[in-house]
């Protein structure tokens, strides 16, 4: 089996979003074509609520899907949809923003806020589609407990054991713990995109060492090996087929053209940009 090589480093920078949330942002407009079709990654690790509390008010979605991670924490939400709960440790949160959702995200004050929030791109035919909502509960990420290392498996699988099936992008999402000096193999898919971003601790692949807060873009092959450090490593694991589509992308909405772009802050202007209605 051939053994995937690390291609590219992007190391996590500090960003504030939202109406000041303190973050780290990992993927952005930058990385768009070499990590297709991954838009956006966001980590959220703070032991500080100033950091957070303020959160994300209302605002705009099309065109997307944002998956979000809780290891620890709690994040209340509501949209457009009329769904409301919240995001708890140990759970995910995949929403498909579409033809178009206002949505909220307000962190809870918690002893530490540790996760991340993905964006995944939708393809064109699929961009205008109904916006979906839904919840994977912790007690619905199976666990794959091997030798020095537990795999959660949110979405996709691994090694047989089976989590939550995407309505869009059939991506692979696995959150991987691993004690130290010991290593993990993730099988992949043939074709697709695959990137590992390491959440808590250092990791080392093919004898290079890799800091916490970066991901690792893999090249072509059937799967990746990592190796903890001399203390216990957390990484994310993200694989999905590339959309090799055009992107059009300003602030929440990414379409495919400039025209279809300026539509949908048309539509925001006039009052159209919701197409789905919660049903009462």
């Known amino acids: 089996m051939k053994e995937r090589k690390v291609i590219q480093v992007v190391q996590g920078i500090n960003a504030v979003d939202g109406a000041g ?3 780290t942002r990992v993927l952005s407009h930058s990385t768009v074509k070499a990590f297709d079709p991954f838009l956006m990654l966001d980590s959220f690790d703070s032991k500080n609520p100033q950091d957070y509390i303020k959160g994300f008010p209302m605002h705009p979605h099309r065109g997307i899907e944002t998956v979000t991670y809780l290891i620890d924490g709690l994040i209340e939400h509501q949209d457009s949809l009329g769904n409301k709960g919240a995001i708890e440790s140990g759970c995910s949160q995949w929403m498909t923003g579409g033809s178009g959702i206002l949505h909220q995200e307000m962190p809870q004050a918690c002893e530490r806020m540790l996760g991340f929030q993905l964006w995944l791109n939708l393809p064109k035919s699929e961009k205008m589609t109904e916006p979906k909502y839904f919840e994977i509960r912790k007690e619905n990420i199976p666990l794959y407990k091997g030798a020095g290392f537990n795999v959660g498996v949110i979405s996709g699988s691994y090694e047989g054991v089976k989590g939550a099936k995407p309505h869009h992008i ?10 130290p000096g010991r290593s993990v ?3 992949t898919a ?8 390491l959440i808590e601790g250092q990791g080392t692949v093919a004898g290079t ?12 092959g059937e799967y990746i090996e990592i190796t903890a450090d001399e203390k216990p490593l957390r990484f994310a694991v993200f694989s999905a087929p590339p959309l090799n589509e055009p992107v059009a992308w300003g ?20 009052g159209s940009f919701i197409k789905q209605l919660p049903q009462l």
């Open 21 to 23: 949330v303190h973050l």
């Open 190 to 197: 043939k074709g697709e995109t695959v990137f590992a971003f």
């Open 209 to 220: 060492l890799y800091k916490e807060k970066s991901a690792l873009l893999f090249s072509e």
């Open 251 to 270: 602030g929440p909405i990414v379409m495919n053209t400039e025209a279809e772009l300026k539509q949908a802050f048309a539509d925001l202007e006039d």
């Open 170 to 179: 059939q991506a692979m999402i696995l959150d991987v713990v691993v004690e």
């Open 185 to 187: 193999k993730i099988p």
